[in-house]
Structure formats: C-alpha cells, structure tokens
C-alpha cells in the first residue's frame, strides 16, 4: 500500500523545528526540487514551509482492522466448533444455538470450553513439546477465552496499532505485532506448563513496547518526551498489575512487552533531526543515524536473537522455568485470601452405572452425580471443571 501527505506530526505529537528561514523554504527552486525527490523516493518525512518543520507522511492504516477482522473470525469459527448444546448441554445464552457459551462456571470470559481452545490450537505445551506441534506457539495468538477477552484486546489493538500503523506502515508495525506474540507464547510455555494459554496480549503488549522504544531512539526528534514516557510507563505498569490476578497469563504480557520493546529499537528508528535539519544544506551532512541509535539499534538486535534462541532451545528440551525461579510464579498471580493461584488442569475420575454419572475431583474432593447416558467426553470435562473450580 502507499502513502499519503499528512499533516500531523509524528506519533507522539509535536516535532523540533530547524532555523531555516521560512520564506527561502518556500521560495527556493531547490527547496521545490528536494520535496520533488522526496515523494519519488517514498521518504518517510517531508519538509514543510511553516517554519522549516519537518513532518512525516501517514500510511493508510488496512492491516491492523485485518487482524481485528481475523481475531473475530477465529472466535466465530471457535464457537462454531465449540457446539455447546450438543457437546456439553449445560450452556449460556442457549438461544444462540449452536453458538451459546459454555456456562459462566466453567468459563465465566463467555466462551468456549477448554477442550475446543485445545482442539483448534491453544498454547499446549506438553503437546508443543512432545508432541512436535510447535505451531501452537503462534496459532494460540489468534484465539480467545470469550467475548470479553476479545473485546479487551481489539479495543486495545485498534487503539494503538492503527495510529502506530499510520506513522510506521503496516510492513514494519506487522512485524512488530506477530514476532511480539510470539515471544509472549515462549515466556508463557517456560512457565506455565499446565494451563491452556490463548489470546492477542502478547502481541497487543508488543506495541506498547515497541512505542515505549521507539521513544528512545529517536530521541531528538519529539519535544513532549518526557510525559509521554511517564504516561506510557503508568499504563504499561496498571495493566501488568491487573496481570497477577488468576486467570491471567502475565507471562505472555510480559514476554510479548519486552521482545516488543527490543524490537522497537530495531524497526521503528528514524533518521535523527541533525540530519533531518541538514538535508537541504549544501555543505557536508552528518550520518543518518547517530552513534546513540546505533548503539541502541545493535544491542537491541543481539538481545533479541539471544532472547528466542535461549527461549526455544529452553522449551524443546523441556525445560520448567519455575525450577529456575522459584518466584517468578508471583509475575503472574499473587494468592490471597480471595482467590487460589493454583493452575493445575482439572482431573476427576468417573464412574457410570447405566445411566448415572459419578464424578470426583482428585484436586479438592468434591463428587458429584447426574443422569446421563453415554455423556461425551466433552460433557464429562465440563462438569469435572465445575466440580474443581
């Protein structure tokens, strides 16, 4: 897709201005001739007569409401298969047909059941691991646990990624989204190695990372930094701590916000304003980039690699990031006297005799009884939930 002329200032507001004189901007053949090979050159700024302020072009944002259209679609597909009344029986909103929720005790986000999150490739790590399926690690980012999960995260991802979209171009801020949502999926299958893990935060915390970067390395070209950072920090820090509540997977939020924050120094740097001051000027230029952006640009990079070599290497030989940390566990929930931190899957076993179903569950003890014949495994799961909830 292309470009066109914009004329907002780069994605954190305002930018510095040069000392050109603004009449010699507006008047000069040369100037005229240098705006010329800018738009034929796809530049990504462009010199504007009031006052000598370099502005850049906006891209036409269509890749990030594609990934919002595609997260949806998922979802629909997922309750298509999910297939409540016919599967489980005990549903929510069952004049949605086939397309009712599992009910609020087994899933109170107004989703589908475990089992169907596992089945069109939730985050499995037993199943990554051993079972050589480690395209779950980014298929997991295209599925959620219900409709408040998805709508949380494409409120979220429309938000930030379109207007990030519009200042950096779909290829870069593409990336950005889909390597970071990756890189939450391995910090997640490190340490919770029991759960079904699911949803687009990683890859959502990647933008805010990749914004929080983006910041640093180009550095010289904002003049509201400083409140920018601290908003941005304060944002990223609330949603972290609503991370540690049961239910959340924190890991992914965190993995996903650091391998975003590391790749905002690598995908989202611009030249810096001596050279984007200088580039009408006749006499020798400075480089492009400074020794700060490169510095940051190199390091970033090499921490990256290191990062999703370390982490794949770690997770294919099995290895439980919980034995390495004994309180890293914490990042993720923090039990009180409200609620258990305890992510073991639920087991039960059952016994039927004609037609009643005897359940216990092996977590807390608790049995149950029902009159059902033949009940599928899908039915017997969700009242085993229930019963370990």
């Given at each position: 897709?292309?470009?066109?002329?914009?004329?907002?200032?780069?994605?954190?507001?305002?930018?510095?201005?040069?000392?050109?004189?603004?009449?010699?901007?507006?008047?000069?053949?040369?100037?005229?001739?240098?705006?010329?090979?800018?738009?034929?050159?796809?530049?990504?700024?462009?010199?504007?007569?009031?006052?000598?302020?370099?502005?850049?072009?906006?891209?036409?944002?269509?890749?990030?409401?594609?990934?919002?259209?595609?997260?949806?679609?998922?979802?629909?597909?997922?309750?298509?298969?999910?297939?409540?009344?016919?599967?489980?029986?005990?549903?929510?909103?069952?004049?949605?047909?086939?397309?009712?929720?599992?009910?609020?005790?087994?899933?109170?986000?107004?989703?589908?059941?475990?089992?169907?999150?596992?089945?069109?490739?939730?985050?499995?790590?037993?199943?990554?691991?051993?079972?050589?399926?480690?395209?779950?690690?980014?298929?997991?980012?295209?599925?959620?646990?219900?409709?408040?999960?998805?709508?949380?995260?494409?409120?979220?991802?429309?938000?930030?990624?379109?207007?990030?979209?519009?200042?950096?171009?779909?290829?870069?801020?593409g990336l950005l989204y889909l390597i970071s949502g990756f890189g939450g999926s391995i910090l997640s299958a490190l340490f919770l190695r029991s759960?079904?893990?699911?949803?687009?935060?990683?890859?959502?915390?990647?933008?805010?990372?990749?914004?929080?970067?983006?910041?640093?390395?180009?550095?010289?070209?904002?003049?509201?930094?400083?409140?920018?950072?601290?908003?941005?920090?304060?944002?990223?820090?609330?949603?972290?701590?609503?991370?540690?509540?049961?239910?959340?997977?924190?890991?992914?939020?965190?993995?996903?916000?650091?391998?975003?924050?590391?790749?905002?120094?690598?995908?989202?740097?611009?030249?810096?304003?001596?050279?984007?001051?200088?580039?009408?000027?006749?006499?020798?230029?400075?480089?492009?980039?400074?020794?700060?952006?490169?510095?940051?640009?190199?390091?970033?990079?090499?921490?990256?690699?290191?990062?999703?070599?370390?982490?794949?290497?770690?997770?294919?030989?099995?290895?439980?990031?919980?034995?390495?940390?004994?309180?890293?566990?914490?990042?993720?929930?923090?039990?009180?006297?409200?609620?258990?931190?305890?992510?073991?899957?639920?087991?039960?076993?059952?016994?039927?005799?004609?037609?009643?179903?005897?359940?216990?569950?092996?977590?807390?003890?608790?049995?149950?009884?029902?009159?059902?014949?033949?009940?599928?495994?899908?039915?017997?799961?969700?009242?085993?939930?229930?019963?370990?909830?």
């Open positions: 897709m292309g470009e066109k002329d914009s004329e907002t200032a780069p994605i954190w507001g305002r930018t510095r201005q040069n000392n050109t004189n603004p009449m010699n901007v507006e008047s000069t053949p040369l100037s005229t001739q240098h705006r010329s090979q800018n738009r034929s050159r796809g530049s990504s700024y462009e010199e504007r007569g009031r006052g000598g302020v370099k502005e850049f072009r906006s891209w036409f944002s269509w890749l990030i409401p594609c990934f919002v259209i595609a997260n949806v679609a998922v979802f629909v597909i997922t309750m298509y298969v999910n297939n409540c009344p016919k599967k489980s029986g005990d549903c929510f909103a069952g004049f949605l047909g086939r397309f009712s929720f599992q009910s609020t005790r087994e899933n109170p986000l107004l989703g589908p059941s475990s089992l169907t999150l596992r089945t069109m490739g939730g985050l499995d790590v037993k199943k990554v691991v051993k079972g050589d399926e480690g395209w779950r690690l980014l298929s997991c980012n295209w599925l959620h646990g219900g409709v408040v999960h998805l709508l949380v995260n494409m409120l979220t991802l429309l938000f930030i990624g379109m207007r990030m979209e519009r200042e950096f171009g779909f290829i870069r801020i759960n079904i893990s699911v949803g687009a935060s990683g890859a959502v915390f990647g933008l805010l990372g990749g914004m929080l970067s983006e910041i640093f390395i180009n550095w010289t070209i904002y003049t509201n930094k400083v409140v920018t950072i601290i908003t941005l920090v304060l944002i990223v820090a609330v949603n972290l701590g609503l991370g540690v509540l049961p239910g959340v997977d924190n890991f992914a939020h965190i993995g996903g916000f650091g391998t975003g924050f590391l790749l905002g120094f690598v995908l989202l740097i611009r030249p810096h304003y001596g050279w984007i001051n200088q580039r009408s000027a006749s006499a020798a230029k400075p480089h492009k980039y400074n020794i700060c952006q490169a510095i940051l640009w190199t390091v970033s990079l090499l921490l990256l690699l290191g990062w999703f070599i370390t982490g794949l290497v770690s997770l294919f030989n099995n290895v439980d990031g919980n034995k390495h940390c004994s309180w890293c566990h914490y990042l993720s929930c923090v039990p009180t006297s409200r609620w258990s931190c305890n992510r073991e899957p639920a087991s039960c076993t059952t016994t039927q005799l004609g037609n009643q179903l005897s359940i216990t569950c092996l977590r807390n003890g608790k049995s149950g009884s029902y009159i059902l014949a033949n009940p599928s495994d899908s039915r017997i799961n969700s009242l085993c939930v229930q019963l370990c909830r």
